[in-house]
């Protein structure tokens, strides 16, 4: 169950960095907020996978619930709730507005995935 990935370790960091560059610099209208969105649940699967061997189509769909429950906590002002208004890191984990768009970016984030895993050569890593 455990086993370290260098393939997905490496897809991981890379994710991380243009998830990075995206909340640095790309203050536009469809890049940060739709294309960031689709990306985040690409990068948790790999996270992921990267320290967990285990099938696909769990960690595709526990990705997918996790990203639905953090746009719930954002419908349901979570950060208001836990008194954390004033803080500068917690709207960046988990968001300050719900969007339906935002579910449809993570559910294509997930179907792209579960597209690329059901190629018998995608599902193997490459070490």
Same mark, same amino acid.
């Given at each position: 169950? !455990?086993?370290?990935?260098? /393939? /997905?370790?490496?897809?991981?960091?890379?994710?991380?960095?243009?998830?990075? &560059?995206?909340?640095? /610099?790309?203050?536009?209208?469809? =890049?940060?907020?739709?294309?960031?969105?689709?990306? =985040?649940?690409?990068? &948790?699967?790999?996270?992921?996978?990267?320290?967990?061997?285990?099938? +696909?189509?769990? $960690?595709?769909? +526990?990705?997918? $619930?996790?990203?639905?429950? =953090?746009?719930?906590?954002? /419908?349901?002002?979570?950060?208001?709730?836990?008194?954390?208004?004033?803080?500068?890191?917690?709207?960046? &984990?988990?968001?300050?507005?719900? +969007?339906? =768009?935002?579910?449809?970016?993570?559910?294509?984030?997930?179907?792209?995935? !579960?597209?690329?895993? +059901?190629?018998?050569?995608?599902?193997?890593?490459?070490?």
């Amino acid at each position: 169950m !455990f086993n370290f990935s260098k /393939y /997905y370790f490496r897809l991981t960091v890379l994710l991380f960095g243009t998830e990075v &560059l995206i909340a640095l /610099y790309a203050h536009d209208q469809f =890049i940060r907020p739709y294309a960031g969105d689709f990306l =985040i649940v690409i990068f &948790l699967f790999c996270l992921v996978r990267t320290f967990l061997n285990v099938r +696909s189509h769990w $960690v595709i769909s +526990s990705v997918l $619930v996790f990203s639905y429950l =953090i746009e719930l906590s954002q /419908y349901f002002n979570l950060i208001h709730h836990l008194g954390l208004d004033q803080s500068k890191i917690a709207p960046l &984990l988990l968001g300050n507005h719900f +969007s339906w =768009i935002d579910m449809v970016a993570y559910t294509l984030g997930a179907a792209v995935i !579960f597209m690329l895993q +059901s190629f018998p050569e995608a599902s193997r890593p490459i070490r």
